[in-house]
């Protein structure tokens, strides 16, 4: 019988799994069971009905881990039965039946709002739809301040882009509400004001850790950190 839970990290807009590298690296010398799947990006609900799949499907308890737009997909795709934790990292926290918007509607908005370069895609029926990438230029600043520049510029160029309707669709679920939750907060992010992720953290009643000058690339940039609160949390949901 499977008894330590596997870390199943959700990464957010903009990115992929790969941003997790580091921080799966440390869980694995750790002998933590660790899957990065990739999130879809076309809609809250869609995007946690595919996560909360890819967790029912594994043996054995999952600590749920989202980055970003991530933890808003881990809020509701955390419901499911063999999640036993939630981990939030320079995330959003919604509550149930709130939007992205609204709740970084609560406090100044960051830089990112104003960099955000729209395009569409096509969706069913013939029609289209809005998605939303950071201007490369400005990316570095917003996304990723802390990281190499050599890196950014790559980063920059291969975001994955969010379907602009996941700022308006409201959360269906709060699993916060009923699993432990633990919440790193990046303190210099530009792309999620921190007072949105202190905000959202405290209402969940999270375990809450700050990093001091760390942009919203946490996992990129300090992976033994963000990796040593994924440890915690498997090791008191274990």
């Not at 905000?199 to 963000?226: L, M, N, Q, Y």
Request: charged share 20%; hydrophobic share 45%; aromatic share 6%.
């Amino acid at each position: 019988m499977v008894t330590t839970p596997t870390a199943l990290l959700v990464h957010g807009a903009f990115a992929d799994a790969g941003s997790w590298s580091g921080v799966i690296e440390e869980l694995q010398n750790h002998g933590i069971p660790v899957v990065a799947p990739p999130n879809p990006l076309r809609g809250l609900a869609s995007d946690a009905a595919y996560i909360a799949s890819q967790a029912a499907q594994i043996d054995g308890p999952v600590v749920l881990v989202g980055h970003s737009y991530g933890g808003a997909v881990i809020s509701v795709a955390g419901i499911a039965e063999n999640v036993v934790g939630l981990v939030y990292v320079a995330a959003y926290i919604p509550e149930q039946g709130e939007s992205l918007g609204e709740l970084q509607g609560r406090f100044p908005l960051s830089p990112l709002v104003g960099s955000l370069k729209e395009k569409t895609y096509p969706v069913d029926g013939g029609e289209s739809a809005v998605e939303v990438t950071i201007d490369p230029e400005a990316f570095p600043a917003i996304f990723a301040a802390d990281v190499p520049a050599s890196l950014t510029k790559v980063l920059a160029v291969a975001q994955r882009p969010l379907a602009a309707s996941t700022f308006t669709e409201t959360a269906s679920a709060a699993a916060w509400k009923d699993k432990p939750s633990w919440a790193l907060v990046a303190g210099a992010d530009e792309a999620i004001n921190p007072e949105v992720e202190r905000f959202g953290a405290k209402r969940a009643g999270a375990t809450v850790v700050e990093i001091e000058g760390a942009s919203h690339a946490v996992a990129v940039s300090r992976p033994k950190d963000v990796a040593e609160l994924i440890r915690e949390a498997v090791r008191a949901t274990g």
